[in-house]
């Protein structure tokens, strides 16, 4: 396992914000259980400490950039500095969202309707993001996410006030489309790797990682489509699991994503104003992991190695035993004469 290559495309921000998913969810389920009766925020604890790295990281990124004005020019420090400032507006938007929802849950003195109004505003505005990071080849998975999902959250909200009363199966519609158009992605995502498994001309450094990837999304994809089918169950007393134990699919997606973070690639340079990527900031803070970087273990087995030293001293047997037979031959020895002759 080399720990260099381990390392050199993780994407921190990603890990971050599915970590606190992952732990938010797992306390919200049991919440919903009655296992533990916190006060909703401190259930909502993971999403804070979210939401402060973001405003941390952008403050800090932004008091850099304003007191190191040369730093504007270097390649494309613009465009990602740009960027940062609009997925904190995107952010400013969410944390409006969760504190109106979390104080809804606890008091339930407000219309569901306002509370999901900074969750739409911001998929309309994550539409126009979208357009632009396709322009400046940026990452927009959350943007993505919320512009695709705007019709979704209308529909959660109105069936929350009890607008209508719908089947939550029937809420669920958009989302249903939603994981359909997936799941053709994960197939066609399948199948090119199989090709490509099959293909004698690919080099195999890029066959494993088609091949990583196919897998990593179907344990993505496949566990959220079954948590989102047993929600739906569940909100309509179809059937009587805990939240706890409809929440494992979800569980495993998030640990998928945490998985795949290691090899996202991206992030932007400008958070907390490191300017190069993380694994590089890691080890210029602390030079003493570049030598653990630059190892690589092996798991196999010594018999391997011991074969391969037996058959070294081998051939160095063989080797000695026919330099005995070399015999020194007379040779004539010719001088040069090199004569350099006038222009």
């Known amino acids: 396992m080399n720990l260099k290559n381990l390392f050199q495309d993780f994407n921190p921000s990603k890990f971050l914000v599915f970590t606190c998913l992952l732990v938010f969810c797992l306390l919200f389920s049991l919440r919903l259980d009655g296992t533990i009766e916190w006060s909703y925020w401190v259930i909502f604890l993971p999403i804070w400490l979210w939401k402060v ?6 403050l800090v990124g932004s008091y850099v950039w304003w007191k190191n004005p040369h730093y504007r020019g270097e390649g494309d420090s613009y465009v990602q500095y740009k960027a940062m400032v609009m997925c904190t507006g995107l952010h ?3 944390l409006m969202f969760e504190i109106l929802a979390c104080d809804n849950l606890e008091t339930n003195n407000h219309s569901w309707i306002l509370v999901f109004i900074p969750l739409m505003f911001m998929s309309v505005v994550s539409i126009s993001i979208c357009i632009w990071a396709v322009k400046n080849e940026r990452a927009f998975e959350m943007e993505l996410f919320c512009s ?3 019709l979704q959250f209308i529909f959660l909200a109105l069936r929350l006030d009890r ?3 719908w089947s939550w199966v029937i809420v669920f519609i958009p989302i249903w489309i939603v994981m359909c158009v997936t799941l053709i992605g994960l197939l066609y995502a399948i199948v090119l790797a199989i090709i490509l498994l099959k293909s004698p001309d690919i080099i195999p450094e890029q066959r494993r990682g088609n091949v990583s990837t196919a897998v990593g999304y ?13 929600l739906a169950n569940r909100l309509d007393h179809a059937n009587q699991f805990k939240f706890s134990a409809i929440t494992v699919p979800l569980l495993m997606s998030l640990i998928t994503l945490i998985c795949l973070s290691f090899g996202s690639k991206g992030g932007n340079h400008w958070w907390f104003g490191v300017r190069k990527d993380f694994c590089q900031f890691v080890l210029g803070v602390c030079p003493f992991l570049q030598e653990y970087g630059n190892i690589s273990y092996s798991l196999h087995s010594n018999d391997s190695d011991n074969d391969s030293t037996t058959s070294q001293h081998v051939k160095t047997k063989s080797s000695l035993k026919k330099s005995d037979y070399i015999v020194d031959q007379p040779r004539t020895v010719i001088s040069v004469l090199s004569i350099e002759m006038p222009d």
Request: aromatic share 14%.
């Open 53 to 58: 790295m973001v405003i941390a990281g952008a």
């Open 163 to 165: 607008v209508f009363q």
């Open 92 to 94: 400013m938007l969410l």
């Open 148 to 150: 695709v999902n705007i």
């Open 218 to 230: 179907f344990f993505l994809v496949v566990p959220l489509l079954v948590f989102e089918i047993l």
